[in-house]
C-alpha cells in the first residue's frame, strides 16, 4: 500500500522537476509512511532514497510502523543530518504551510540547492481512496451510526447539551475509535442557531430541536455525521421546515457521481432550499472531503473548482440557521462512484421525535 504511495509521490517529484520533498504535515507523513506519531517526525523522499527523522522515543515504533525507511535519529532544534543529506539535493520541495520560519531560514542558510515551496502535492494523491482507505471510512462511518443509536436511547428532556456530547464521545471510543475527529456539537433550541455551537448547561426542553454533529477517527481515519432531533414534541414550523432541508440533502445526494462539479451540486442545493425562502439561512458550504482529516480537499461549495472522481469521499450537509429560532442540519458521509454514490452513513434521516419528557 505504502509503496504504490510513494511511487506515485516519486512521480510528481520527476513531474514538478524535484530531486527531494521534505514532509512535515503529519498527515501526509502518516500516508506515505504509516509513521502515527504525528508531528514528532520529517520525511525526506527522494528518487532513490526515503529517510523518516524523528527521536529515539519511536525507534521501535518506526521499525514496526515504516518497514522500509531510514530511521535517522534527530528532531529539532537539531537538523545537522536532515542538513548534510539534504545538500545532496539540487531542487527540494517542502510543504510552505507546515514549515516555520525558523526552520525554513535554518534550511536555507545552510543548503546548498534550491527550497521550492509547495502546497497540496501529497494532498492531491490523497483526494482518492484505496480500498483499505475506503474500509477504514465505511468502518468508522458504522461507529457513528451506533452511537446514535446508543445517544438516541438516553435523550430525554432535562439533560444538559453537555452531557449528552459526553455521552457521545463515551460511545465513540467504547465502540473503537481511537478520538473525536472534531469536538462534538450538541445544540439544542435556539443554541441550534449556532452551526458549530458548543455543548453547554443548557437543559433541553420539550419541543427543543436538538443537532448532533460527531464523529471518531479509526486506524487515523474520520467519520463525520449529523442528525437534527425533536425532544417530546415537534411543532408544524419545526416540521416543515425539517421536510425542506430535507428534500435539499437528498437532492445533493443525488447528484454525487463521478465528472459532476462540486459547485454545481452546492448550487442545486442551495436552489432546493430557495424555493422555500430558506437559503438565506444556509451559511455554509454544502460539504468536504473527509480522510485523515475531517475537512479536507474536496470542498462543495459555491466557489469550488473540483470534479469529483471515483472513490472521493466527500458529506453532503445542507442546513439552516435561524437566530432565536434554531437550526436543522442533516448529514451523510459518501464514497464517489461512476454512476451515483455509496452513502456509508445509515441512521435514519426521517425527523425523529424522542418520546423523552420529563422524568
Same mark, same amino acid.
Given at each position: ?11 510528481? @517529484? ?6 527531494? $520533498? ?6 501526509? $507523513? ?10 514528532? !517526525? ?91 482507505? @475506503? ?47 472534531? +469536538? ?7 443554541? !441550534? ?14 419541543? +427543543?430541536? @436538538? ?10 481515519? !474520520? ?8 425532544? !417530546?414534541?415537534?411543532?408544524?414550523? @419545526? ?121
Amino acid at each position: 500500500m505504502h509503496d504504490n504511495r510513494i511511487d506515485r509521490i516519486r512521480y510528481k @517529484l520527476e513531474e514538478n522537476k524535484l530531486d527531494a $520533498i521534505l514532509v512535515s504535515k503529519p498527515e501526509n $507523513i502518516r500516508y506515505l509512511s504509516g509513521f502515527t506519531g504525528g508531528s514528532d !517526525a520529517v520525511l525526506l523522499l527522494s528518487s532513490q532514497n526515503q529517510y523518516i527523522f524523528t527521536d529515539s522515543r519511536y525507534t521501535e515504533q518506526v521499525q514496526r510502523e515504516c518497514p522500509g525507511w531510514d530511521l535517522r535519529l534527530e528532531k529539532p532544534p537539531g537538523r545537522e543530518e536532515l542538513i548534510n543529506l539534504s545538500r545532496l539535493y539540487k531542487r527540494i520541495g517542502f510543504e510552505s504551510q507546515f514549515v516555520t520560519h525558523y526552520e525554513y531560514m535554518e534550511l536555507n542558510k545552510n543548503l546548498i540547492g534550491q527550497l521550492i515551496p509547495l502546497s497540496g502535492l501529497v494532498e492531491e494523491l490523497r483526494l482518492i481512496k484505496d480500498e483499505e482507505e @475506503l474500509d477504514y471510512l465505511r468502518q468508522a462511518a458504522h461507529i457513528g451510526d451506533r452511537v446514535y443509536d446508543e445517544i438516541c436511547r438516553i435523550i430525554r428532556a432535562e439533560l444538559s447539551e453537555k452531557h449528552i456530547a459526553n455521552q457521545i464521545v463515551y460511545y465513540l471510543k467504547e465502540f473503537g475509535c481511537d478520538k473525536e475527529s472534531f +469536538d462534538t456539537i450538541s445544540v439544542s433550541g435556539d443554541n !441550534a442557531a449556532l452551526p458549530h455551537g458548543h455543548p453547554g448547561d443548557k437543559l433541553i426542553r420539550p419541543g +427543543d430541536m @436538538l443537532t448532533l454533529d460527531y464523529g471518531g477517527f479509526l486506524k487515523g481515519y !474520520a467519520s463525520d455525521m449529523t442528525r437534527t432531533i425533536a425532544v !417530546a414534541k415537534a411543532d408544524q414550523n @419545526l416540521k416543515d421546515k425539517y421536510r425542506m432541508v430535507l428534500e435539499a440533502q437528498i437532492t445533493g445526494l443525488s447528484m454525487v457521481r463521478e465528472g459532476v462539479s462540486c459547485k454545481e451540486i452546492d448550487q442545486t442545493v442551495r436552489n432546493c432550499l430557495k424555493k422555500y425562502a430558506l437559503d438565506k439561512y444556509f451559511i455554509h458550504g454544502t460539504g468536504h472531503g473527509v480522510g485523515l482529516e475531517i475537512h479536507e480537499a474536496p470542498r462543495v461549495s459555491f466557489s469550488s473548482s473540483e470534479i469529483l472522481r471515483k472513490n472521493m469521499v466527500i458529506t453532503i450537509e445542507p442546513g439552516i440557521y435561524i437566530s432565536g429560532w434554531g437550526g436543522i442540519r442533516i448529514e451523510d458521509t459518501v464514497i464517489v462512484k461512476d454512476g451515483g454514490c455509496e452513502i456509508i452513513t445509515h441512521s435514519d434521516k426521517e425527523l425523529l421525535i424522542i418520546d423523552g419528557g420529563i422524568k
